[in-house]
């Protein structure tokens, strides 16, 4: 069974996976993580980034080790990105809730779509 991580103990492995590579630069991380999201949607890297967005709204999300392990680059930006944001105080609670249920609304919609 894989151990979880927190949102708090995510970010700090997060980081420190950062500091092995050159994460790319996100202008605006919200709403980049929201498209990633929806275009990447089912795929793993698309869900990671879908709990982040609910874990720095506010939500309880779990983590594992493998979610960092496995994490590919355009993703680690846009993670590390995302955590930043969250640390600087860059959206506020409102904007960081409204877009992590507008993404979950249009993931779900995606889900109707393909049945």
Request: proline residues 3%.
């Amino acid at each position: 069974m894989a151990r979880t991580l927190s949102t708090a103990r995510f970010v700090a492995l997060l980081a420190l996976r950062a500091d092995l590579g050159k994460p790319q630069r996100v202008r605006d991380p919200l709403g980049t993580a929201t498209e990633v999201v929806i275009s990447d949607w089912p795929r793993k890297n698309a869900q990671l980034l879908l709990r982040l967005m609910r874990g720095l709204a506010g939500r309880d999300e779990v983590y594992s080790l493998r979610d960092v392990e496995d994490m590919d680059h355009e993703t680690l930006s846009v993670a590390l990105a995302l955590t930043m944001a969250g640390v600087n105080g860059r959206y506020s609670d409102a904007q960081w809730k409204s877009a992590a249920n507008a993404t979950e609304q249009a993931v779900r919609a995606l889900r109707r779509k393909k049945r």
